[in-house]
């Protein structure tokens, strides 16, 4: 690859939803994050989400664009909403964006007052993020690395089904490791006991995590996070985003829809009444029987040229730093911004509430 002539030739952005919303993007997490901070630790999820959820659709619904929800959680009457396929922003203006959210990812987490709740958002041009339910899907997630050993090694592949050892194998060579210097990050569920199992037998090393496979997914393709592949069932918003990131930085992700009762061990009968009550409605989004098991790709989840990220820590965890709230209404917040072009921003934010009483603090 050529360097750039020019700093400018740098910095240009992907393309108008870049160029126009990136910095506001930063903003809807920011101000999510920071709502859901100040309920952290009162052990009430389902409060924390809905603060959540409204502070990012008032800031969203300022934004200049047509925007649609085309994954999060839950769909019209059923989560406390931003819901799937919701219309979001002024609509002035001709960005027709495509929306993938999680306003509180990680609702048990803030709830706690433990690592690795966030708030998160992608968005991309029409038709630029996988439109689906919100269910599970089986995940595999691998950096840049693992891609390009990929490409000089057509036959090494990783592979959703594949026993782990292969894939980790491919990591390993990729990376210029042994399989025991890596580590895998996997939710810690009944359902993945066996995998969990089958991980540890290859010697490679694992990070049970309670929630939040999103964040460490985003990692893999980030050196020096000491995390090499993510994997197992989680949800399928949260693979959406994991993706739209990933694309940017380089990574990969493959996954599979799959839904909760078949994934956790549900009867027969169980699961013939979630294929009852859901397969209708994934119809619409065009999800069927025939394809529903189709191992879908990063392209395929995150199919946009001019796709933004932006992820706020509400409380401390992989990559992002939690909400500090200073007293007299400050408000500090770390997040991770990126775009197309692959712009990466940390960026440590703070709002200040009181100029007359709150000197700036430099730590
Ligand atoms: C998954 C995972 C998320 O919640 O959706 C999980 O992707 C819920 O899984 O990161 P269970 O139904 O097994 O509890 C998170 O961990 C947090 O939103
Ligand atoms: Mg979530
Ligand atoms: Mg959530």
Do not use: W
């Not at 922003?89 to 990680?106: C, N, R, S, W, Y």
């Not at 509400?314 to 939690?322: A, D, E, M, R, S």
């Not at 408000?331 to 712009?343: E, H, I, P």
């Amino acid at each position: 690859m050529p360097h750039p002539k020019t700093a400018e030739d740098m910095i240009k952005c992907a393309g108008p939803i870049e160029c126009n919303l990136l910095p506001r993007l930063l903003h809807v997490t920011e101000a999510a994050a920071i709502a859901a901070s100040y309920q952290m630790g009162r052990g009430d999820k389902n409060y924390s989400d809905q603060v959540s959820v409204e502070a990012m659709r008032r800031t969203l619904n300022d934004l200049d664009m047509k925007g649609v929800i085309k994954i999060g959680e839950g769909e019209r009457d059923e989560a406390p909403m931003l819901f799937i396929g919701e219309e979001v922003g002024t609509g002035k203006g001709d960005l027709e964006v495509d929306i993938a959210v999680d306003p509180l990812e990680g609702t048990n987490l803030a709830a706690d007052g433990t690592p690795g709740a966030i708030s998160v958002m992608a968005m991309a041009e029409r038709d630029g993020l996988f439109h689906g339910p919100d269910i599970y899907m089986d995940k595999i997630v691998v950096g840049s690395e693992v891609v390009k050993y990929e490409k000089e090694h057509p036959d090494e592949m990783i592979d959703l089904d594949a026993p782990v050892i292969k894939n980790l194998e491919i990591v390993a060579k990729a990376l210029n490791r042994t399989v025991d210097e890596l580590v895998v990050v996997i939710l810690d569920r009944k359902r993945h006991e066996k995998k969990i199992k089958e991980i540890r037998s290859t010697g490679a090393r694992v990070n049970v995590i309670s929630d939040g496979d999103l964040m460490p997914g985003v990692a893999t393709a980030i050196r020096g996070s000491g995390i090499h592949m993510v994997l197992g069932s989680g949800g399928s918003g949260e693979a959406v985003l994991t993706a739209a990131a990933i694309k940017i930085l380089g990574g990969k992700i493959l996954a599979r829809l799959v839904l909760p009762t078949v994934a956790n061990g549900g009867t027969p009968e169980e699961i013939a009444k979630e294929k009852e009550e859901k397969m209708p409605r994934l119809a619409k989004m065009g999800i069927t029987e025939d394809n529903i098991n189709d191992v879908l790709d990063t392209e395929r989840l995150a199919p946009g040229k001019d796709i933004i990220f932006s992820a706020t820590g509400v409380t401390t965890g992989f990559l992002l730093k939690g909400v500090s709230l200073f007293g007299d209404g400050d408000a500090r917040a770390n997040s991770l911004t990126m775009g197309s072009s692959g712009v990466v921003k940390f960026t440590d934010t703070i709002y200040i509430h009181d100029k007359e009483r709150t000197p700036l603090r430099f730590v």
